[in-house]
């Protein structure tokens, strides 16, 4: 069956970094273009970047623009994240998925 | 970007009784490959989102019947034929027509009266 298993979040200050990664099973990883949507406490999902089934485009929301890099690594069947210059408004949930399929989401905290 | 909004983001709901979701967007979903990719996700409380249906229409695996979705254009709804208990927790249509960005609703909250 479909797995989305993500990792890497944790407590970080304003300015910092951080890498997450999300590894994929169940499906045939290269035919998809995956997606990190993330929320924020108490609040909706925010869509967040996605990388082409092929990794050859790459789309960010306005939030994360330069700040945040996509990235897959096909021989391994992940997906990454990383999340520089972070700021107090991306504390959140950030979850991997396909749209029909979503892993558990992996929590990530900025804050002082 | 695609603004999608939906209504009422609160619906409180009688166990065994119909419940209906609103959601609009601000400019038509309709793709020129004729589809129409418009989402409805279901999220419990603690877990995340589900897949209910995607282009307006389709119910994904093992949803439950009493789960549709129609409209066309700008509108769609979401009905639950008949609220079971395990059916509270926030809905949210997503718009995938005009991308990037993704965009979705701001969520209606489920709970039994």
């Known amino acids: 069956q479909v797995q989305l298993v993500e990792s890497g979040g944790g407590a970080v200050q304003p300015g910092g970094s951080l890498r997450l990664s999300c590894a994929a099973s169940g499906f045939t990883f290269t035919a998809y273009g995956i997606h990190w949507v993330r929320q924020a406490p108490d609040k909706g999902l925010e869509w967040v970047a996605v990388?082409?089934?092929?990794?050859?485009?790459?789309n960010y929301a306005d939030s994360v623009k330069g700040r945040f890099t996509i990235s897959r690594d096909d021989s391994q069947n992940a997906l990454y994240l990383q999340m520089n210059s972070l700021r107090t408004e991306d504390t959140a949930i950030y979850y991997c998925t396909i749209f029909s399929h979503w892993g558990l989401g992996t929590l990530v905290t900025v804050s002082s | 970007d695609v603004v999608m909004t939906q209504s009422p983001l609160s619906l409180p709901v009688t166990l065994g009784q119909p419940a209906s979701i609103s959601c609009r967007s601000s400019q038509s979903l309709e793709h020129s490959d004729g589809n129409t990719y418009l989402n409805w996700f279901q999220q419990r409380p603690g877990q995340p989102p589900r897949l209910l249906i995607d282009k307006v229409s389709n119910r994904d695996s093992g949803v439950p019947d009493r789960f549709s979705g129609s409209g066309s254009g700008t509108d769609f709804t979401l009905k639950i034929s008949r609220v079971e208990a395990e059916d509270v927790g926030v809905y949210y249509c997503?718009?995938?027509?005009?991308?990037?960005?993704?965009?979705f609703g701001q969520g209606t909250k489920v709970e039994v009266k």
């Open positions: 997503m718009q995938g027509t005009h991308w990037p960005p993704w965009t």
């Open positions: 990388i082409s089934h092929d990794g050859r485009n790459k």
